[in-house]
Antibody, heavy 116, light 111 residues
Framework: EVQLVESGGGLIQPGGSLRLSCAAS????????MSWVRQAPGKGLEWVSV???????YYADSVKGRFTISRDNSKNTLYLQMNSLRAEDTAVYYC??????????WGQGTLVTVSS | QSALTQPRSVSGSPGQSVTISCTGT?????????VSWYQQHPGKAPKLMIY???KRPSGVPDRFSGSKSGNTASLTISGLQAEDEADYYC???????????FGGGTKLTVL
């Protein structure tokens, strides 16, 4: 059974950093197209970042230069390093197993709150 | 890319059919047959309901169907049931080396 379990969310001050983790089971992270998608409170979904099986990475313009997606193949875990956080980054962050055309599996999400 | 355009809300009575539209451009919805739809209940993660415009994953009832014409994709739910009340999001592939683009979401109310 495919499972994605996010962790690392919490309350952080503006300008701070946070690293989200997504532990995967039931499949191999490095062989898949993995993504982070976020949802601000009461708002819609926003694709934040993806990492291809080959290692290429892409980011939404809103986070480019501040967020970094990566993976640890030995731990079968996906990460999102978030730096220079802003109030508008406040959201539930979902880890997702995807193809280039759809999101197949979602984690339960982890809430990031950026506030002083 | 700009978000795809969905109606903010739709409603229907049990047993009826409703259709949710999703309008994009020739760079996303109109350019590829790669539209997907997600159902999200309050406080829950989204769930894939339709992919590649009209295909249903295993386990999704055949009451859910998808279609596309030009730059607009549609999700139709027939035989509405109370448990269908949720938010629905469309998403489209938008080309190589880019992220997919979501719609703003539609709240479905079952009256």
């Amino acid at each position: 059974e495919v499972q994605l379990v996010e962790s690392g969310g919490g309350l952080i001050q503006p300008g701070g950093s946070l690293r989200l983790s997504c532990a995967a089971s039931g499949f191999t992270v490095s062989s898949n197209y993995m993504s982070w998608v976020r949802q601000a409170p009461g708002k819609g979904l926003e694709w934040v970042s993806v990492i291809y099986s080959g290692g290429s990475t892409y980011y939404a313009d809103s986070v480019k230069g501040r967020f970094t997606i990566s993976r640890d193949n030995s731990k079968n875990t996906l990460y999102l390093q978030m730096n220079s956080l802003r109030a508008e980054d406040t959201a539930v962050y979902y880890c997702a197993r995807a193809t280039i055309t759809m999101i197949v599996s979602w984690g339960q999400g982890t809430l990031v709150t950026v506030s002083s | 890319q700009s978000a795809l355009t969905q109606p903010r809300s739709v409603s229907g009575s049990p047993g009826q059919s409703v259709t949710i539209s999703c309008t994009g451009t020739s760079s996303d919805v109109g350019g590829y047959n790669y539209v997907s739809w997600y159902q999200q209940h309050p406080g829950k993660a989204p769930k894939l309901m339709i992919y590649d415009v009209s295909k249903r994953p295993s386990g999704v009832p055949d009451r859910f169907s998808g279609s596309k014409s030009g730059n607009t994709a549609s999700l139709t739910i027939s035989g509405l049931q109370a448990e269908d009340e949720a938010d629905y999001y469309c998403c489209s592939y938008a080309g190589s080396y880019t992220l997919g683009v979501f719609g703003g979401g539609t709240k479905l109310t079952v009256l």
